[in-house]
């Protein structure tokens, strides 16, 4: 399956934005679906998951309670709605599919990726 994230740009601490990642090429609603986040100088991490069975979520505490992921199988596509947004959550986002629940906070359980969309977030 190919993923295609798009929604970044800058955006004022506060503000708002809505990530969306497209997929194409395989069957979307089996897979797991998550977003993660790269910022300069640091390692990815695990930003939110929704399971294929049930639609279970999951958020990093960081982002708990501002950030909302959802998807639509239908238009297989993934969202992660960004609210009340700080200047530490600029970094580029990814999307990522897989079929394994188990260890979702980890990227390497993730066998497809899209190519990342950046988020700034200025003070």
């Known amino acids: 399956v190919q993923l295609q994230a798009s929604g970044g740009g800058l955006v004022q601490a506060g503000g708002s934005l809505r990530l969306s990642c497209a997929a194409s090429?395989?069957?979307?609603?089996?897979?797991?679906t998550a977003w993660f986040r790269q910022a300069p100088g640091k390692e990815r991490e695990f930003v939110a998951v929704?399971?294929?069975?049930?639609?279970?979520?999951v958020y990093a505490d960081s982002v708990k309670g501002r950030f909302t992921i959802s998807r639509d199988n239908a238009k297989k596509t993934l969202y992660l709605q960004m609210n009340s947004l700080a200047p530490e959550d600029t970094a580029v986002y990814h999307c990522?599919?897989?079929?394994?629940?188990?260890?979702?906070?980890?990227?390497?359980?993730?066998?497809?990726w899209g190519q990342g969309t950046l988020v700034t977030v200025s003070s």
């Open positions: 090429g395989g069957a979307f609603s089996g897979y797991n």
């Open positions: 990522a599919a897989g079929a394994y629940w188990s260890d979702y906070e980890r990227p390497a359980k993730y066998g497809y």
């Open positions: 929704i399971r294929s069975i049930g639609g279970t979520t």
